[in-house]
């Protein structure tokens, strides 16, 4: 059994900068538990510019955003632990954890500090029809692959949805000699910042085409082709609007859905229209000494606001240990 004054589930921006304001605000016992095997979250593969304005005042690339908090992590000593999975957390605070260096382990926490961040939804979430061929990837996926792994996804690419993962990797896949067909949006305007359509799209003449969706997917191995269609008011097909694209990969960037699962067991309240952590403006769950931020708790458009938010649930996670403690 190990404890801890707080524990903060995540290790990207949110469960970062929340940890970093706990240790400033008097609390020394903070352990970091990240699934992956480096601090950083998401921003490690974001490796184009637009971050940090708010927080730092200069335009920073993601990598360079989480270097500064994972800089300041390591000055203040706070711990973590990379590598491992938080099996279960319990309503009384304790959290299940496993990794291959320790094995099974129980910790106690005083406070937690939930920071999962957020998945991408898949074509099963949007029943695109169609066969399974290879070539259909998430944009987050395929970002992970070109700027993590080293490796192409495609040489001619649609993408489903104009959310800013996918403006921008519309860009990526130019910029790496992919051709990018056409952007598919079934709203009858773009979900991503204007500044990404005009950086992303306009810049490099990229079609758009709004209240446009996918109807099928074609191939048997491999991607061949989609059939795109204009949409009515309600979203659905219009009959004799449908037009082929020829292409070997599809990427889909149709929305991100909080990571909620841990939560959800611990029988912390869920916001049934966007998924995310219900909290106060403490940013505590309906747990008292359960905490959350970031996009566990709502989709930001930029990481700073990620970073605003998970300063505000550090500082009221440590006020909390304060008051159990009669510090």
């Known amino acids: 059994m190990l404890d801890y004054d707080i524990v903060v ?23 970091i538990i990240e699934r992956e095997l480096e601090l950083g979250g998401i921003l490690n593969q974001c490796i184009h510019s637009g971050f ?20 300041e992590l390591n000055m203040l000593g706070i711990k973590y632990k990379l590598d491992t999975m938080v099996l279960d957390i319990t309503d009384d605070k304790y959290l299940n954890i496993v990794n291959s260096k320790d094995g099974f382990l129980k910790i106690k926490a005083k406070a937690i500090i939930l920071a999962m961040g957020c998945r991408e939804r898949t074509r099963e979430a949007i029943g695109i029809p169609g ?29 489903l949805g104009s959310g800013d993962i996918g403006l921008i990797m519309a860009r990526r896949m130019t910029l790496e000699g992919a051709e990018v067909l056409a952007v598919i949006e ?58 082929r694209y020829d292409c070997d990969t599809v990427l ?19 916001e049934n229209e966007t998924g995310g952590l219900v909290v106060n403006d403490l940013m505590e769950t309906t747990i008292s000494g359960i905490f959350a931020c970031g996009n566990v708790v ?4 930029l990481v700073d ?15 909390y240990i304060k008051n159990l403690c009669n510090i």
């Open 298 to 301: 709502r989709v930001h458009n």
């Open 305 to 319: 606001y990620v970073t605003e938010e998970a300063i505000t649930a550090g500082k009221n996670a440590a006020i």
């Open 52 to 71: 940090g304005i708010h927080i730092f005042k200069q335009e920073l690339t993601g990598p360079e955003y989480a270097q500064r908090l994972i800089n």
């Open 9 to 31: 589930v995540g290790g990207g921006p949110a469960g970062l900068s929340a940890a970093i304001e706990a240790k400033k605000n008097g609390i020394d016992n903070i352990l």
């Open 252 to 270: 889909l960037s149709v929305g991100l859905i909080p990571e909620n699962e841990l939560a959800k067991n611990a029988g912390v309240a869920i």
């Open 131 to 159: 066969k399974r061929p290879a070539g259909i990837f998430t944009a987050g996926t395929a970002q992970k692959y070109i700027n993590i792994e080293g490796s192409m996804v495609g040489k001619k690419i649609v993408i």
């Open 186 to 243: 079934k709203m009858s305007a773009p979900g991503g910042l204007y500044r990404n359509i005009v950086q992303c799209l306009n810049d490099f003449q990229i079609p758009l085409l709004l209240r446009h969706t996918i109807i099928e997917i074609l191939g048997q191995h491999r991607v061949e082709g989609v059939v795109v269609a204009q949409v009515d008011e309600n979203e659905k097909p219009i009959l004799k609007t449908e037009k």
